[in-house]
Nanobody, 122 residues
Framework: VQLQASGGGLVQTGGSLRLSCTTSGRSVNTYTMAWFRQAPGKEREFVAAISWSGGITYYADSVKDRFTVSRDDAKNAVYLQMNSLIPEDTAVYYC????????????????WGQGTQVTVSS
């Protein structure tokens, strides 16, 4: 499974971005998909996850009500809509895939994309 994240960029506080993660190789239709992020000098942290059916989503408290994760298996894609961005959201964002159930632990995700930079200016 190969993952490719895109859509990052520079945005002002209060702005929006939509990240995309496209997959190739083995189908991920039965995989849990997630987004993590890592800011400079900090550990990688969970942002959001979506179950294989798309029916269950999980969010970190810090992004709840601002970010929305979704998936389109017909397009082999997962998205992260980010609204009301704040400087604390600045990080490299990674998409990840797991054949297991939804989890907030990065250790349980086997496949990772290369990351896309999101920078929010104040």
């Amino acid at each position: 499974v190969q993952l490719q994240a895109s859509g990052g960029g520079l945005v002002q506080t209060g702005g929006s971005l939509r990240l995309s993660c496209t997959t190739s190789g083995r189908s991920v239709n039965t995989y849990t998909m997630a987004w993590f992020r890592q800011a400079p000098g900090k550990e990688r942290e969970f942002v959001a996850a979506i179950s294989w059916s798309g029916g269950i989503t999980y969010y970190a408290d810090s992004v709840k009500d601002r970010f929305t994760v979704s998936r389109d298996d017909a397009k082999n894609a997962v998205y992260l809509q980010m609204n009301s961005l704040i400087p604390e959201d600045t990080a490299v964002y990674y998409c990840a895939a797991s054949s297991g159930s939804s989890s907030r632990s990065a250790k349980l995700y086997r496949y990772w994309g290369q990351g896309t930079q999101v920078t929010v200016s104040s």
